[in-house]
């Protein structure tokens, strides 16, 4: 059975950092790409990063970018989203997805909001 458990998200003040955890099992976790994608009450899906752990491919938004940092831990089926400088505006739930890592060789490389798992996702609310 494939898993994407999300962990870490929670409530920090403005300019406040918090590291989000997605354990992954049931697939090859080097074979794809793990994605952040972030929702808004009310609003559509937004993609954050992807790291793609078989080429070391990162990406990231550009909204998010210099602020999180997207990570991975082979050994133990993990990723990791570390946020820093946190905007009342990244106030949403948050989502860890996988996508074949097809999708991520070559010149190509997937950013949209499409994948084949999900997890059940963690809520960051930034607010003093």
């Known amino acids: 059975e494939v898993q994407l458990v999300e962990s870490g998200g929670g409530l920090v003040q403005p300019g406040g950092s918090l590291r989000l955890s997605c354990a992954a099992s049931g697939f090859s976790f080097v074979d794809y790409g793990l994605s952040w994608v972030r929702q808004v009450p009310g609003k559509g899906l937004e993609w954050m990063a992807t790291?793609?752990?078989?080429?070391?491919?990162?990406k990231y938004a550009d909204s998010v970018k210099g602020r999180f940092t997207i990570s991975a831990d082979n050994a133990n089926n993990t990723v990791y989203l570390q946020m820093s400088s946190l905007e009342p505006e990244d106030t949403a739930v948050y989502y860890c997805a996988a996508k074949p890592g097809i999708f991520y060789m070559g010149d190509y490389f997937y950013t949209g909001s499409d994948y084949d798992y999900w997890g059940q996702g963690t809520q960051v609310t930034v607010s003093s």
């Open positions: 790291i793609y752990s078989y080429t070391s491919n990162i």
